[in-house]
């Protein structure tokens, strides 16, 4: 019962941080629409220009070598975004020291960055300056932490 009502008013917090953020959509000096291509893992895609985009404030298991959840990240990446049209928001940070470009990704009004973590796919992870949303990716890691999905289920090393 505690633990129902944990994740109750959880929920209703990251609706509320949600909510809140409706105003704090990319600003279209700040973003740019763009198709992804290719899905390199559950963090890092590649758009129609041939860039590699790393998602900000994340982090997935790896793919290479194998990590646990690393495919189901993949997959789920896969399923949100490849061959659609995303909008991309920078925050402060152009590039990674890998010459990524380091983005919010949006698919409609959907951050691929908090869905990720919510599902128990990917942890929050600040990597500063860039942390603009690192309350609201927090926030989707302790419902998915409290609700037991992905690497969070019981049971799950």
């Known amino acids: 019962m505690l633990r129902k009502l944990k994740t109750t008013l959880l929920s209703v917090t990251l609706s509320f941080l ?5 105003g704090c959509l990319p600003a279209s000096t700040n973003t740019n629409t763009i198709s992804v291509t290719i899905v390199i893992d559950g963090d890092t895609v590649v758009i129609s220009s041939g860039e590699k985009v790393r998602y900000i404030g994340i982090d997935t298991p ?5 990590e646990a959840f690393g495919q189901e990240a993949t997959k789920a990446n896969r399923e949100l975004v490849l061959g659609k049209s995303v909008r991309l928001e920078k925050d402060i940070s152009e590039t990674d020291k890998y010459d990524r470009l380091l983005r919010y990704v949006w698919v ?11 599902r128990g796919l990917a942890v929050a992870k600040a990597y500063p300056p860039d942390t603009k949303y690192q309350a609201l990716l927090e926030a989707a890691e302790s419902e998915a932490k409290l609700a037991g999905r992905g ?7």
Do not use: C, I, Q, Y
């Open 18 to 22: 949600v909510l809140s953020l409706g």
């Open 62 to 66: 790896e793919v290479f070598p194998e």
């Open 108 to 118: 409609d009004d959907t951050m691929v960055n908090v869905e990720l973590v919510r």
């Open 151 to 157: 690497m969070w289920a019981k049971g799950t090393p």
